[in-house]
């Protein structure tokens, strides 16, 4: 017979082990979950940015369309007063205070300046392009240098400077301002000024 004291003794077994895998297994898997989450911000924000990129260059048509209103045979190229059927103010129109014209923001304040006619649309892209024009002018009637803000032409080159020089051409400045709308109602604002030769209605009274 076998002495008992040669018998290995029989260690109780607590799960400490187990319990040790199983927290790491929860860390493992809160990281995980995480890096899922993180990965998918970052394509969502990848995305927006590129509609949005999109959007700014989808809003150069409307400035196409803008300044052919402005050429020799456009609407607009003599007007002094509203025109609301070509989306045209004499005046500068309120902002908020980013400087976005409240008639981009509030359908009843843009249907006193212009119409949902002259809205860009293109419904495959799913694009809608609305805009306003508002001349930097304090009153309607003809362009003054003391009630417009106006930008001076330089001189013509090339040719010796009189004395004294001619008062350089004026020009009143116009402001375009743009809200496209895309996919994911995605939304961008866009200004641009620009002017067109002003002849004897730039002269102050």
Known sequence: MKNPSFFPRRRHQRGVVLLLCLIVLVILLAGGVAVVRSMNTSLTSAGNLAFRRDLVNQGERAVSV??????????????????????????????????????????????????????????????????????????TGPATSTGCVQSSAAPAGGTASPTPPPTPPTATIYRLSLRVTGPRDTQVFTQSTFTKPEHESTASP
């Open 66 to 139: 803008v300044l052919a209103e402005f050429s020799s045979n456009g609407a607009l190229v003599n007007a002094t007063d509203d025109v609301p059927a070509q989306n045209f103010k004499a005046t500068k129109l309120e902002n908020n205070p980013q400087g976005v014209p409240l008639a981009l923001l509030d359908e009843k304040a843009f249907k006193t300046v212009g119409t949902v006619d002259k809205d860009i649309k293109d419904a495959d892209a799913q694009i809608s392009i609305r805009y306003v024009i508002d001349r930097l002018c304090t009153s």
